[in-house]
């Protein structure tokens, strides 16, 4: 056995199907055994950095099914493995795991400045959870099984495996001999806890039973547990609303009654405001970022916190907790869901309150959708989201890019399905959508998987269209076209006083683009050909383009601006009297 | 500023101070002292770091930062009322060996070689304050070369 053979019994042993990859030079041994065998099904991406996108999607996706998945890119070293960089850190950000193979070159020439030689564990090793470089063929299962398990144990994270080109064809010995049946990884400074202890959760409990303002978070360790039923139970048991972190959406229906719908920067007014009235957070998963809290002194001044996290480092890292249980949110909630001492309340005053922070901009938001154009009469997003959202019943899966149509399809798709809801938050990586959408659809070919972009974002990853192409990847494609960098427009409206540098920005016509590719296109300029256009989308077979002309002028509020307290949340347009 | 201590034992992997250092710079830190050394246990690495913070909160979320990395098996501060913290110094200076007696009893060295006349290699250890004292009641200007280990620490 060699090297690159045991690499791929490794990947088989874990049950990969899918790779996503890019050959050269320093990772052909690896491609040419793959071609022998049958049970991968390898896709190629126009771009490495599309390849760690896919390999993302598909753990994304997969980690609430009967068969999760760890997806798994490969590349070249030098400039192939550079090109994966902003995926791995995006992963990293995101807590998703994922294994990335680099081809690296000969050991006999590292660090001589050989051909497309870069020092991928340096560069890689503060953006992803673990890396490792086998330096022997007999190392090479251990490895990739070792690899597997930091990946998904835990707090989840990609993983790189740097695999110089000798290693690849080096043979064993005939004494080798591994089984990964019994294999156990020797990690002793690796460890977490997955088992809430009991003391903690009592002095948990007595805070819930007691406290009058409570909210619920509802964070990315939720779906990454697969807890969103559990959370739902636990809110319903309590009579306790929920709000979610941007990877918290999802977990449970988006119209459920006690649901807040998103917080932070561009959360909804009664989530921001029911928190900072708030006397007790029960926050699960999550790491309290600064789109979520805002300026952090005054973030929920009255509010004792409670934090169930499975990463220690992220308990009180950010905001004070007054009970800290460091434990899989799965777990906890299945301890509190259970638990008689857990009671019920009415909390009137406090749900009407919440229900009077629903009004406040309910009315303005009803409006504008029902509007539906701009002053000069171009799309709204928020409209075709909404519109998006009322014919697939909030069903199907959504795959959004950054900007603010990412913004959009948080707050205005009405999420019914368990982790629907796919997208770069930590990083916030333009570009991902495309991508992240191929891998989502192959772990869930029997849902429907809505990619949305921004014109700009599009155009970061557009070459992946080629490997829709070619694998007939049955995606709805859906840009946002409004001839911005509308986020940072937003901001420059707001606070540059209007001035457009770098942002207004000319697209190709996306009509040739997508028929380059062989995929049908529609365009939509008028407010009655939306629903028209999307239920064709729907209900056709494969791939299509959607492209929205949409108003420049349109912004997503309420926005807390960055570096400030909730209380200087902006709920109308400052420019606008309206 | 508090000078601190972290104690951490980590595996005796390539790549471990590596990321130690790393983390240690994300968080903008300078480091004053690292000392790495054998542990007891075979393949066990003893790291001590000694840096400055004054905010308490700040220094347990670096700590369980290391923690977090698969090759830290555990990490904790060390303050000196609860351990002890030495170093050791080789210090080539230009004094005349009469000046030196006046030291003994008073400072913890040995002379390693005496070159010349005036000229001596000493070994000292102790506190970090102790050799700074040492090195002040001496004169900087008698002193030709100097290295220190850095803190090395140990819990009472
Ligand atoms: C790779 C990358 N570069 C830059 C940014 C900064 N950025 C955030 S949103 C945004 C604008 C996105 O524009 P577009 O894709 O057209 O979406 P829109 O906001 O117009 O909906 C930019 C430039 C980013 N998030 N990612
Ligand atoms: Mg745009």
Redesign the interface.
Known sequence: MTGKKLLLKALKDRRVKFIFGYTGGAIMPVFDEMEKMENFAFVMSRHEQGAAFMAQGISRASLSTQNPQVGVCMSTSGPGAMNLVTGIADAHMDSVPMIAVTGQVATGVIATDAFQESDV??VM??IC???YMPLQAEEMEKTIHEAFY?ATTGRGGPVVIDVPKDVQNELVGDDYAFDPETCRPH????YYSPTPEREPLNRAIDMINKSERPVIFCGHGVINSNAGDLLRKFAEKVNIPVAFTFHGISAMPADHPLSLGMMGMHGTVEANKAIMESDLLISFGMRFDDRVTGKLDEYAANADVIHVEI???E???NVRTSVAINADVYRTLHVLVGDPMVSYKPRRRWLEKIAAFREIMAEDLKEEIEQGTGEDGRLLMKTIIHQLSNLTGGRDLIVSDVGQHQMMAARFYNYQTQNSWFGSGGAGTMGCSLPMAIGVKLARPNERVWSISGDGGFQMNAQELGTIMEHNIDLKIIILNNGYLGMVRQWQTFFFDGRYAGTPMRSPDFMFLAQAYGIPYRKVEKLQDVEPALQEAMECKGAIVLEFVCDPAEVILPMVPAGCGFDEMMVKHPNKKK | MKRRAILAF??DHP?VL??IS?LIR?KMYNVDTLTVCRSRIPGVSRMTITLEENDE?KI??II??L????????AKELDTEHSYWREVAIVKLEVDAAHLDEFHGRYNFQILEQKSEDVHILQLAGSTRSIDAFLDEIGQEHIIEIARTGVTALEK
């Open positions: 564990v340096g090793m503060p959870k673990q890396t930091v990690l002793p400074g690796y990463d220690p480092s308990i009180d890292k | 980590t595996l790549g590596n990321k790393m994300k909160a347990i979320h369980k930062q923690e977090k990395f698969t090759e830290v098996i555990s």
